[in-house]
């Protein structure tokens, strides 16, 4: 699968247009680059771009860019409200798919190695690619902003790790590294600009100093005020969105506002953020209210409302959500992404893939839909209101499972296919034989490891299907049944996968472990599936 990273290059200009639409086609025209979203403020007078594409490329659009912006961007006229200390202020690489953090210290060096080579300026590396610790911080390298690099770039401490330690009043210095997924997320208020910040030191990491710790880990905030917009913001990073989420952000604001009677009247999302980060939020509202909602879109819709963030733009999840963006960038959506009939025809076609594996990833995810489906019909009827609560519990597991198995057709051929692409390695020499064999056994191994996934989720759906058998309406008896079947068919096909692939395979302590999971997992699904079919052959007697 294709190796992707993401760049989300901060320019020190939001007012003027042309300049800002000359950087994004700068990245918009870089091959294999996809220009994603264009951020602009004009009271932090900051744009940020976030694009994808593969680490080569991706460092020539951020490349492209920059030398736009050399042409285009005087920091000796700059002001704004966000801190800054170049043209090109920070611009981290992000892994996204199949791209490891190690891939991503390495684009970020080399931009930062040639950026400086061609604009002669300086250039510090920051996050995962810091080659001090002290400099891992970005607000410790930016500390004192544009205006105290001529006295900063003096200091031996202080010395670039690329460039020149001189100062180049149009540029100043920029700072690229390498991070996990940061989330720029903004509450409005309706306050002053210095009560905005007083939340904001009360919740961020690093607080008031060393003395006072904020309250919320690997948050970095501050306030300011949106002249644009008549009001103040809570304005924060989330560096770690799965030890900080954007709820409790969001809560934690509410509740220091409140405490000062200060009203909160939404938020804002400056640039993408991860699918997960938004059902997360979602789940936690779900939770706080007892809510019972399945649908992805409407899981988002209810993060929307929630957290306001709609309040000063319309928000279109499919602009927003980095998945969902790249997916819609995509010429081929795979298997899952074709009509039936083109389905059943590649399965048809003479290649070994799709085959066997997926055919399973397919049958299981139909039998969890059709448990899904029993669920849905006995729910939220009048005469099966008794049954609401039991369906409310039974039906987000086959759900979850239906969207898991159907990501599975997929992978389980991509998985083979890693295996086929091994076998066409050179081996004209022992080094390549080498090589070529570590790269087969690799992808056996994860044609075996597919497989037995989807036997596992289908192994965590007995007890449930079991108990929708014992409460549902007979009238739904036959799709129970047909749902078994399939359930119990594709583990099947799971086993005999994993054993076909398992005969190549030399590391015995791993072929043992598998074999013995696999069969056991095959003997659950007998049995599961007789239990169901014999408890409603037993109420429908």
Request: include cysteine.
């Amino acid at each position: 699968m294709a190796k992707l990273v993401e760049c989300v290059p901060n320019f020190s200009e939001g007012n003027n247009k042309e300049v800002i639409d000359a950087l994004g086609q700068a990245i918009s025209r870089t091959p294999g680059c996809m220009l994603l979203d264009v951020d602009a403020g004009a009271s932090t007078n900051r744009t940020v771009y976030t694009f994808v594409g593969s680490p080569e490329a991706i460092v020539e659009g951020a490349l492209s860019a920059a030398r736009v912006a050399e042409q285009l961007i005087d920091m000796s006229q700059h002001t704004g409200e966000h801190p800054r200390m170049g043209a090109l202020d920070v611009c981290p690489f992000v892994p996204v798919m199949n791209v490891s953090m190690e891939e991503c210290v390495t684009c970020a060096h080399v931009f930062g190695q040639r950026l400086a080579a061609e604009l002669g300026v300086p250039v510090y590396l920051y996050g995962e690619a810091a080659r001090e610790e002290s400099r891992k911080a970005l607000p410790a390298i930016r500390a004192g902003e544009y205006e105290a690099l001529p006295e900063k770039l003096a200091k031996p401490e202080w010395a670039p790790d690329f460039g020149p330690p001189t100062f180049v009043p149009r540029w100043g210095a920029t700072v690229t590294g390498a991070r996990t997924f940061l989330i720029a997320y903004n509450v409005n208020l309706l306050c002053t600009k210095e009560l905005a910040h007083r939340i904001a030191l009360n919740l961020r990491e690093q607080g008031r100093g060393a003395n006072q710790p904020g309250r919320l880990k690997r948050v970095q905030g501050i306030g300011w005020y949106l002249e644009e917009e008549n009001i103040a913001q809570v304005s924060t990073n989330l560096l770690d969105f799965e030890t900080t989420p954007l709820h409790a952000i969001y809560e934690e604001v509410c509740r220091d506002a409140e405490a000062l009677n200060l009203p909160v009247v939404g938020s804002q999302l400056v640039g993408l953020a991860p699918k997960k980060a938004m059902l997360d939020t979602a789940e936690f509202y779900i939770k706080k209210e007892k809510l019972f909602i399945l649908e992805e879109e409407q899981k988002i819709r209810l993060v929307v409302s929630r957290l306001g963030l709609d309040s000063l733009s319309p928000f279109h999840p499919r602009e927003r959500i980095i998945e969902y963006l790249v997916q819609a960038g995509e010429v081929d959506g795979g298997l899952v992404a074709k009509p039936l009939g083109a389905f059943v025809r590649a399965v048809g076609g003479r290649s070994a893939a799709p085959g066997g594996g997926s055919v399973s990833a397919a049958a299981a995810a139909l039998g969890a839909a059709l448990g899904c489906m029993v669920g849905l019909m006995n729910y939220g009827k009048r005469q099966f209101e008794e049954l609401d609560p039991i369906m409310r519990k039974l039906i987000p597991p086959f759900h979850q499972a239906m969207d898991e198995l159907v990501a599975m057709v997929d992978a389980d051929s991509h998985a083979f296919s890693s295996y086929m692409e091994a076998m066409k390695l050179p081996k004209s020499t022992p080094e390549e034989q080498e090589r070529r064999m570590a790269a087969m056994q690799q992808g056996l191994k994860t044609a075996v490891r597919v497989p037995c996934a989807l036997a596992e989720k289908v192994s965590g759906l007995w007890p449930a299907l079991k108990e929708l058998a014992h409460h549902c309406n007979l009238a739904c008896k036959s799709d129970i049944q047909v749902g078994a079947k399939m359930l119990e068919a594709a583990v099947f096909g799971a086993y005999f996968n994993v054993m076909i692939n398992l005969k190549d395979i030399t590391d015995e302590k791993f072929k043992l472990a598998m074999s013995q999971k696999v069969s056991r997992l095959l003997e659950e699904a007998k049995q599961g599936s007789a239990l169901v079919l014999a408890l409603l052959e037993k109420r429908g007697a």
